[in-house]
């Protein structure tokens, strides 16, 4: 009796979550659709179920340009998520497992980095990356990438690594390690779940952002997707669907991603609190 | 720990040098720029003192991206910190089964996606021919409603159209955020309420919130720090249009840059960007370390 009268007083607030659900799926499934039918059918009705699926859109997405993005993406995403690691572990380690006088000064010089943004900083790096010749090359964005990513990095490693207790490291010493084999042999290994949370919160940045690689690579052979795909549509302007079926293709990795380790998502998401 | 003299230099140096001289020294040069006035693509400068600052105050189109952004920030306050916590609340406390969990799952996706393919999809929503708002006002007989150039296209919405887009987006990202830390509030503190009577909405108001209060202060300074430096959303939707009714800072400074070739007036600009987030920075910095969630 008691639990049934409970479930009606909540059923309006079952039925306004569910409304949320719809507006968010919606327009996704919409998409979806849409992505598979032909340009005449959807200008006819883009509600409904696509009568054949053309898989062909797909394709065309994929050869007209989104091939090439996809690959930049990967080549970026993975050679800057290793070196921000690496660095930043490194930088890590230095700052907490040594006792050395500008320890407190060095740390805060890195973290106060997070304040500090593309947005605010564009044209200094511009012409900076005009006169070392690494202006409209994947080399400068990964550089980019990598040091604006640093701080937070340091940050979420520092926290995690302080926490390690000191007598392991000891012995080890004892038994005439040097201070690099323990970062290699034991930090590294210990610190595998802060690693991995960090290059996934690293990854989905670096997979997303726009700004950076939007003013640093001219050429569309170097472009990475959220900047191709921009440039796909100008050339598409009226192929809505081939359009959607890039969108669908370009968004993927990162969604199967999610839905395959929800719970390391949440994890790197509140570790991190910072938004991109 | 082990005293060491030089050891620890060598693993920080890295990031140290990388950090220096690609964030610290860009903002500094930044300062420098913005009191001078040059182009993109030559060397010369000219001193001009204050008046890029000078400029900036008259400056139609950036008073406009002034003011579009605080509606950015509005509205991102409402939905993306107020409207996250009544999710954040209902799908932890009052929907607590597995309902709650798919919803919260559900309304996170939107955040995976870049900002390209969610403008992607924004303009075919709101295209005004096929798009799926107009036909669905023409769908159910309110034909007053159906714009013909779409709600982007006409100055007097476009700027909500855009707007509305961060909060489809991210609002679930918030919400995630929220639920986490109502996840640490110990069981213990809503039984005991519960075994006085205290309704949902009182444990709501007398627990939850409360206990939330410094992960709900940290999503509202990312809220404003995101909110000053808004880009992409209005370069893809709009480029800043109808006329400049769309611009915000960020677009402008892009575009003062890139477009118009004023790269000191640009730079003024990303002073004043750099001066809101970095105020805002301080404070999330200080509330994060002095709290138990780092």
């Known amino acids: 009796m008691h639990k049934k009268k409970i479930c009606w007083r909540r059923l309006p607030i079952q039925l306004f979550l569910l409304l949320l659900n719809v507006i968010v799926l919606y327009p996704i499934f919409w998409i979806l659709i849409n992505s598979f039918k032909s340009t005449s059918e959807f200008l006819q009705n883009s509600f409904n179920l696509p009568s054949v699926l053309h898989f062909e859109n797909y394709l065309k997405a994929w050869s007209s340009g989104l091939n090439r993005y996809f690959l930049n993406s990967v080549f970026i995403s993975v050679v800057s998520i290793f070196f921000t690691t690496l660095l930043s572990s490194l930088a890590a380690y230095g700052l907490t497992r040594f006792r050395f006088k500008f320890r407190g000064a060095l740390f805060t010089f890195i973290l106060c980095g997070l304040s500090l943004s593309i947005e605010s900083s564009f044209v200094p790096l511009f012409k900076l990356f005009q006169s070392i010749h690494l202006y409209n090359t994947q080399f400068g964005v990964i550089l980019l990438y990598i040091a604006f990513r640093i701080p937070l990095t340091v940050f979420l490693m520092r926290s995690y690594f302080i926490s390690f207790p000191k007598d392991i490291e000891e012995a080890a010493r004892m038994d005439g390690c040097s201070s690099f084999a323990i970062y290699w042999r034991m930090i590294l290994p210990i610190g595998k779940p802060i690693l991995a949370s960090s290059a996934l919160m690293n990854l989905i940045f670096t997979w997303n952002e726009f700004l950076t690689a939007l003013i640093f690579l001219e050429d569309q052979d170097l472009m990475t997707i959220p900047v191709g795909l921009n440039a796909l549509k100008g050339e598409m302007l009226q192929e809505w669907n081939i359009q959607l079926a890039a969108v669908v293709i370009a968004s993927i990795p990162l969604i199967i991603m999610f839905l395959c380790m929800q719970k390391q998502f949440v994890k790197g998401l509140t570790a991190g609190s910072v938004k991109g | ?294």
């Open chain 2, 1 to 294: 720990m082990k005293k060491a003299r030089y050891e620890p230099y060598f693993y920080i140096a890295p990031a140290f040098f990388l950090v220096a001289v690609l964030l610290y020294y860009p903002i500094v040069m930044n300062f420098l720029y913005s009191f001078h006035s040059f182009k993109a693509y030559s060397s010369d400068m000219t001193f001009v003192g204050l008046k890029n600052y000078l400029t900036l105050l008259t400056d139609s189109r950036f008073l406009t991206a002034i003011s579009n952004n605080l509606i950015f920030l509005v509205l991102n306050l409402i939905f993306q910190v107020g409207v996250a916590l009544l999710l954040a609340i209902l799908v932890e406390n009052v929907a607590q089964n597995r309902f709650g969990k798919l919803c919260r799952t559900i309304y996170y996706i939107p955040s995976l996606f870049s900002i390209t393919a969610i403008a992607i999809m924004w303009q075919f929503i709101f295209e005004p021919s096929v798009g799926l708002v107009n036909n669905l006002f023409r769908a159910v007989g309110w034909d007053s409603l159906v714009s013909i150039k779409g709600l982007l296209g006409q100055e007097s919405t476009a700027i909500y159209t855009v707007a509305a887009m961060p909060q489809w987006q991210f609002t679930g990202y918030f919400m995630m955020l929220l639920v986490v830390a109502i996840q640490k509030i110990p069981d213990e503190y809503y039984e005991a309420a519960e075994i006085d009577g205290a309704s949902k909405f009182r444990q709501a108001l007398m627990i939850t919130i409360p206990m939330v209060k410094e992960m709900l202060l940290v999503t509202v300074v990312m809220t404003v720090i995101s909110t000053f430096k808004s880009f992409a959303e209005v370069y893809q939707l709009t480029m800043g249009g109808p006329g400049y009714s769309t611009l915000v800072v960020g677009m402008y400074s892009y575009q003062s840059a890139f477009k118009f070739d004023r790269m000191g007036y640009s730079s003024a600009m990303g002073v004043v960007i750099f001066i809101i987030t970095f105020a805002f920075s301080v404070i999330q910095l200080k509330v994060s370390r002095s709290g138990e969630e780092l």
